[in-house]
């Protein structure tokens, strides 16, 4: 039955040693035939002992060509588990269940050594198997108006887009299609090749008629959509593995005409952790390592970056008093430093501290993204959490106009994304407050499904910035899980709520159209001024 503890046993033994070298075995897994009567799938482990140290493995006849032992005992798990998967599930599925869904993998058989080093659950660095396809099955209708099944291909580059990563959008998108399934399927990164569509559509069939739904007449076909002609290209710029944040990509692709740039770690590759316009920069002597780089510095990839920069103007900016100060911000969590150098380039008067906990990603921003340092940015590689503290309680401490939390969270199970949890525990509020000036702004990007928790982060705000009369929020989009929460450290004569909006509202716009507005649409930036909102 390949129990799982029995599976890791026997190819511990035979395909790993203590100093993580192969062994001279070679394994094969072998799916036998089963009753149709039960759900249970019975496997054949056959190990061969061999001269070659290089030990091969072999699921059914497939084989997967790696030199690193504990790879391949991870394919034979993965594939001896997704066996057991379907044979479970085989019957349920051939049934349309209106809003299932099911994401499975599919690992390259072919391909040499499909893997790269990741960091896992609890933060240790582990070889992982990159997927070639990515499925996700989506069941929308009873009968559907086209047809019982339909398989959509993701183009390359747009995989991060609302309605192929979330499952409202997949619905969204499934629904639109009218057929009774929908199969989404995304295109797998890291050295992965792809000829064309049709050979796309030729390795995907049997999978597909394996997960057709048992309404699939036999003369019906199932049809292969898309949104654009062709697979799109992603250019991979650059590759690497970094022991805090493992693998990850610099990646280029075309979307309406521009060329992007973008850093995907392979942990979260739905997420586009930076992205930078490719192309022509103003001429000015500030900009002329950005330029080098060849990336475009007053561009906004993001609608949450957009977001931020119009909460921090409406908030911040438009309370100073002395037009040629400088404002301070600090940055908690570079990336490839996207909103830090736009922040510098494009909002007049602008000092950046950066602080990012990865030394390695410090580095890709610097070569791959336009990341340059100067006497109003600079970069502190530290443990933003340890940083902040330490910085609170210095003798000589700091003080800044404004602090940004802009970290992704590496464990994705309490119902949020970013921040870490960390960064909302009344703890860390507190070293903030202690560093921000009178009237300083602190701005979270926070990205959470769970109601719960979010009205607790909320309610940690207003605990520790007791001065203040609201927790103000931005979400800059509809489909944009991500909302800007801000609030500014205030005293006794802070106006109460509805005056404060009021004036964030009519001084963001007014100053909106100056000279000291971010560069980008003023329409835009005003739109999202007036969107800003009390919470509640």
Known sequence: MAQDFILQHLLGFFLTTEDDTTTSWNVGV???????????????VAARKCRNTNNKVQYNAKEFVSDVGEAKKRWLIHEVEATQWFAMTQAALRQV???RQEVIELIANDEKDMTTQGVGEHGAVEDQVNPRFTLRLVDVHTRGPNGSCAVFLIPQGREHEWMFSTEEGANELATGAGFSRLILVALGRGGHAFESTAKVQEELNAKVMELAPDT??????????????????RNI???????????????????????????????????IQK??????????????????????????????HKGMVAALHAASLSLRTVPDALHRTLVL???GGCLAQYLHDNVPGMDVTACELDPTIVTVAKQYFGFCQDQRMRVVVADALKYVAEQSTATEKPSFDSIIVDVDAKQRDVGMSCP????????????????????GVLLINVSCRDSGLYNDIIAR??????????????KPSEQDVNSIVFIRKADAKEPDAEMLLQQLHDQGCRRGKTENAPRYVDDELNELIRDIKITK
Do not use: C, M, W
Request: negative net charge; proline residues 6%; without cysteine.
């Open 216 to 233: 699939l007449r036999t003369d019906e076909k199932i049809p292969y959509l898309t949104v654009q002609e062709g697979l799109g290209a």
């Open 97 to 99: 269940k209106v809003g």
């Open 420 to 439: 870490p949890v960390s960064f909302v525990e009344v703890v860390f509020l507190a070293h903030v407050h202690a560093l921000l000036a009178p009237h």
């Open 275 to 304: 992205e930078k316009q490719q192309g022509e920069e103003p001429e000015e002597e500030e900009k002329k390592q950005a330029k080098q780089a060849g990336t475009a510095t007053s561009y906004l990839a993001f609608d949450y």
């Open 30 to 44: 072998h799916e036998l035939p089963r009753d149709a009567r039960t759900p249970f799938a019975p496997f054949l």
């Open 461 to 474: 705000l207003q605990r520790v910035f007791t001065g203040s009369r609201a927790v103000l929020a931005l």
């Open 237 to 271: 710029v650059h590759q690497g593995t970094s022991p805090l944040s493992g693998a990850f990509f610099v990646e280029e692709v075309q979307e309406d005409g521009n060329l992007l740039r973008r850093l995907v770690f392979l942990s979260n590759t739905n997420v």
């Open 333 to 335: 969590g570079l990336g």
